[in-house]
């Protein structure tokens, strides 16, 4: 908790509120600026909470989001700007497998935060990626909840070292954006307490949110938002909880029994001015308490929460914030988390490139390279380096007369009404441009007078809709295939080399052509200084030390959560997640499907060695010490992880499970590691009914470089079978 100079006498407090006061604590004040709402004092910011000023109440201020503060850059009549910095994408600072660097970009975003007047941050975003299509994968860290929570944590703490707050969401199961507000999400709890609620569980443990957003769907029959077993039993009796919750906006449908399940506040507030089948909240929860059907002690219950987290706020600190966050050095912060979030797929022997090697850049990736997703993950940043600069600035030899081609054709086909942006304009749906734009005739030419060609492959998708398993979507469209395949063909008669840049927010294939090409770099959405992160890369400045934190499979045929997203399928109503536990490498491991790239997989143009594997079992505590050395000829991280396969006895399990990981410091060329970590035993049990078991029998420790890579295995047994409670 942070240090209170203003502390607030809450009993008192709320001993003096009226009823009316205290059905404006629990509901916010409005979508700020629409619907007749007055705007927030952070224009562009997305909730507000009532003033009390007769009892020292301030409003406090909401503001997304994952990828760095969205608030309008621009205010009517004033000359200041108010960009934020645009960080790599919640999936790109997974693949860093570094909480150092999730630490420090919270810790930057909180300074952000704090200076531009905003008191919660609605991040980070922590869904499991239970299917590659959801169009927030990009928000949201992994298909694996254990490396979600240990980054969440790191990114919650240091946002709230700020003395701002954080906000975990959309808490829970919210694993898809069709039809989102209403769907049936249906989960075994098993499911729920070792995939979907497990990441959830690390970060309030470890890091101590100020808050916790509920989700939108229903889970297992009852919204969310009103969901008492959740809100209560789960997240503040099990857990300890002591922040509070909000909904997401205009989430749920009845705000007194949101009130009674534990969901301490209603956000944004006057969900009736947008939806006339909506309750007016404020009035509902008036008119509850005085017919009897809400008792006015959990009001209080609730308002005890909010007052507690908000009084630490920088507003209740009354706290002048400067409008000045250092955003130099946040571009640093975020050039670096980019840099240790790339994930170098493939490289056939020609990455690093030389400076001298002339590049023939094609894809209209290089102009319009993508920082991020869009919806309330977007950002505004005072700039984004695309990868053509990117390379400009560093001084690569590109073939001009190629990347003015493209320059022309973007901008020439973005005036046609036909790819302008589409949908919502909160959350864009943008149009993909056609990319066969070059002949063979001119592949040839481009062929005989470059060294090496680089193909940027785009993907964008955003909130409130799923992608599609379709082409231009998760498989290549056939103008990418046509373009590839050409590039390929020439290219490779010159004996000229191919190198592909992924510009993608979450998985798309690759099976069917990532051998027409010499290196695949996967750049996911990198933020700002896109182009220098990948100018960097390119020419090995950055060794690249990212590891994938989601699968991609060879086909989504491969894919376990079938029913995606839901039946019936033209609107779905409900979605039941058979593939129940086995989500992600837990499915593809246990039933043997090779994917394209495993969990945890990535490449570095460094090798290591990994030796002296040593386990002990100490007080409930599985201790695991090895050796990594840097074998190669060039300094570079690598990220060790620790897999548990447990004995299928009285419950069936994954075939494995991440348990442990750790990202080496630099290494120069030679230079060793040596490793050591601590396994809790109630961290390889099971979910078995009420509580966590943890069988007898025989359990392997695997030390991979990826999740079907392993270099180092050991045993331990368990004589005894043991439980612990939830
Ligand atoms: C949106 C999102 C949530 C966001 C909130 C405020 O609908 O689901 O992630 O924080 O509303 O913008």
Redesign the pocket.
Known sequence: MVKMTHPIDIDKIVSQLSLEEKAMLVVGRGMPGSSGNPPSRVPGA??ETYPIPRLGIPPTVFA??PAGLRIKPVREGDSQRYHATAFPIAVMLASTWNPEILYKVGRAMGEEVKEYGVDIL?AP?INIHRNPLCGRNFEYYSEDPFLSGEMASAFVKGVQSRGVGACI??FVANNQETNRYTIDTVVSERALREIYLRNFEIVVKKAQPWTV?SA?NKLNGSYCSQNKWLLTKVLREEWGFQGFVMT??YAGDDPVEQMKAGNDMI??GKAYQVDKSKKDEIKEIISAVKEGRLSEDVLDRNIRNILRILSQSPSFQGYKYSNKPDLDDHAKISYEAGAEGLVLLENRGVLPLDKNERIALFGTGQIETIKGGT???DTHPRYVINILSGLDLKGFRIDRELSNRYKKYVDEMRQKDEYKPKGVPWSPIIPSLPQDIITEDEVEKYAQRNDVAVIVISRISG?NYDRKPIKGDFYLSDDEKNLLEKVSKTFHRYGKKVIVILNIGAPIEIESWKNLVDAILLIWQPGQEAGHIVADALIGEINPSGKLPVTFPKDYSDVPSWNFPGTPPEDPKKVVYFEDIYVGYRYYDTFGIEPSYPFGYGLSYTTFEYRDLKTELKNDVLIVSFTVKNTGRRKGKEVAQVYISAPRGKLDKPLQELKAFYKTKLLMPGEEEKIKLEIPLRDITSFDGGEWLLEAGEYEIRIGASSRDIRLTGKITIEEEKTYKL
């Open positions: 997305a909730g997304d989001g609605l975003a969401k959309h957003m939108y997401d906006w956000m944004p919806g309330s993950g909130e």
